[in-house]
């Protein structure tokens, strides 16, 4: 991280940074990543552009911290000594209710982010690659401890099969993702993919 860096996040408290991804997120709910403006951030959230913009950049980089925020836990806290348990925990950081409202809000982004390059360059940056970095070390503990194979070839593809599962249960079902779900898809498709018991 740049000194500059480091300053330009200084000048926000936890708290305010909180209330303010809060914020962003309830406008992208209501009007899309398109019709959402920097000044409708401001005003809705009672603070000046210029320090948005000090703070994020713009836009986009503001939009994908946000999402990254909603998340309770991130994967790299997660250890519970077991694939299987690391899995589960994973799935259980967000409710039911908490799942639906990412789901539907990440397919309103979806074509915002296929037709806007810079945000897609923030979601690969603050939420992409963490999320597959912080994938890579639970499966490394789990090769680690010999549970799963170093050879699997199904290792390169658990974000996808993690992915699809979230995104394609409207898109087949039009039902929104739960737990129950995941943990049963987890158990049913993840986990025999990587050779792992799960009883």
Known sequence: MTE???VRRSRITPEREAELYAAVLDLLR???Y????????ATRTRSS??????QWGGKAELVAKAIRNDKA?????????????????????????????????????AMA????????GAFREFLIEPEMAGFEQVLQRAVDRGEV??????????????LGAFVTRTLLEELAPT???????????????LGVPTA
């Open 49 to 54: 552009k210029a320090t948005l913009y000090r």
């Open 179 to 193: 737990q129950a779900f995941l943990v049963s898809y987890i158990d049913a498709v993840v986990l025999p993919a």
């Open 113 to 120: 982010v296929h037709t806007n390059p810079e945000l897609l």
């Open 4 to 6: 500059t860096a480091t």
């Open 73 to 109: 836990m991130n994967l790299t806290d997660i250890d519970t000594g077991s694939l299987r348990g690391d899995f589960h925990a994973l799935v259980r950081r967000e409710d039911d209710c908490a799942m639906e409202q990412s789901s539907a809000l990440m397919r309103g982004l």
């Open 149 to 162: 194979r170093p050879d699997n070839p199904a290792l390169e593809f658990v974000m996808h099969m993690m």
């Open 30 to 32: 209501e009007v899309g």
């Open 34 to 41: 398109d019709a959402l403006t920097m000044d409708a951030v």
